[in-house]
């Protein structure tokens, strides 16, 4: 069983930061890849950002210049830091981690970032 807590989210101006955490625990970090996504009122929730190892691999191209994914395998937490906000990245976010040896999805409980002035 893999455990998310996620924290940061908010009320923010466009053009403004956040960053989003998203702590786990119940397993080896470094066996899980972690992903944040989205879900905005009336749409599908969408993927913005995986991180696997320490490694990048994905980002929506909604967010690409602006939204950056790491992880800190010593603290086991991933965080979205977000600039540049848009009144479009207003959404709920979501922690998913996928543990590489049985498959299993996780899921954290969604942080609301809206973005407005």
């Known amino acids: 069983q893999v455990q998310l807590v996620e924290s940061g989210g908010g009320l923010v101006q466009p053009g403004g930061s956040l960053r989003l955490s998203c702590a786990a625990s119940?397993?080896?970090?470094?066996?899980?890849?972690m992903s944040w996504l989205r879900q905005a009122p009336g749409k599908q929730r969408e993927l913005v950002a995986t991180?696997?190892?320490?490694?990048?691999?994905n980002l929506a191209d909604s967010v690409k210049g602006r939204f950056t994914i790491s992880r800190d395998n010593a603290k086991n937490t991933v965080y979205l830091q977000m600039n540049s906000l848009k009144p479009e990245d207003t959404a709920v976010y979501y922690c998913?981690?996928?543990?590489?040896?049985?498959?299993?999805?996780?899921w954290g409980q969604g942080t609301q970032v809206t973005v407005s002035s």
């Open positions: 998913r981690a996928l543990h590489r040896q049985t498959l299993q999805v996780y």
């Open positions: 119940g397993s080896r970090f470094s066996l899980i890849d």
């Open positions: 991180i696997v190892s320490g490694v990048n691999i």
